[in-house]
């Protein structure tokens, strides 16, 4: 059974969710982010509050159709001179490896591209996480290189809207 996705802004109510992943190890093992001490709901409800006033920044929630469940994030940041940074990661486990961070990336590059009329999305991944590399391939966006430790990638306008194109 195919899961349905939509993504919607997320909002600072989001945080009394989001601040358990934020204290699950387990989900940022692939991230820049290691939680060093308990986030408290107010924690985070005081961090999304001040992420979600930055101008540079589009921050979505990831939504289960069917159940209208939040269960993760995705979001373009440091948004300017037409590029931006994709950042995506699914907190509820039970929605893993079930095809939702293809379906969110999808989304969010296609907001990015016809919405904020970006004409390069880029992201960095571990290369130890796999699922993620395959989801961004499915996507289209192809390695540029590497930093830190991580794997650069990103997918042009062009190369978006021809796939798009080609896939219907």
């Not at 993504?7 to 989001?18: F, K, M, W």
């Not at 037409?82 to 079930?98: P, S």
Request: charged letters at 20%.
């Amino acid at each position: 059974m195919i899961i349905s996705i939509y993504i919607r802004p997320l909002v600072v109510e989001d945080a009394l969710i989001s601040y358990s992943w934020r204290n699950d190890p387990k989900v940022w093992i692939y991230t820049g982010f290691k939680p060093t001490h308990f986030i408290s709901p107010e924690a985070e409800t005081a961090w999304l509050k001040e992420q979600l006033a930055k101008p540079n920044q589009a921050r979505f929630a990831i939504c289960v159709k069917e159940l209208n469940t939040y269960i993760g994030n995705v979001q373009l940041l440091d948004i300017k001179d037409g590029c931006a940074e994709l950042h995506l990661f699914i907190g509820n486990k039970l929605f893993w490896g079930k095809g939702i961070g293809y379906q969110a990336t999808v989304q969010m590059i296609s907001y990015g591209f016809r919405d904020l009329q970006l004409d390069r999305i880029y992201l960095k991944v571990h290369p130890a996480n796999i699922s993620a590399l395959s989801i961004y391939e499915k996507a289209g966006f192809v390695i540029t290189g590497k930093e830190n430790d991580l794997i650069c990638m990103s997918i042009s306008k062009n190369k978006f809207f021809a796939l798009e194109k080609s896939n219907n």
